[in-house]
């Protein structure tokens, strides 16, 4: 089993998550104009793509 030798301290562990970001959903146009959050349902025409 693999076990680390050392502790890995704070500052290297923040360091490695510095890249995990988090990305706000884009609102993209639907089919009959309007916007909508994308893998939603499009409330004005019950559409979802």
Do not use: F, Q
Not at 21 to 40: E, F, I, N, Y
Request: hydrophobic residues 30%.
């Amino acid at each position: 089993m693999a076990v680390p030798k050392r502790r890995v301290s704070k500052t290297r562990g923040a360091k490695r998550r510095t890249h995990y970001k988090v990305t706000l959903a884009m609102p993209v146009k639907a089919s009959d104009g309007s916007w909508k959050l994308p893998h939603r349902i499009n409330k004005n025409t019950g559409e979802y793509k």
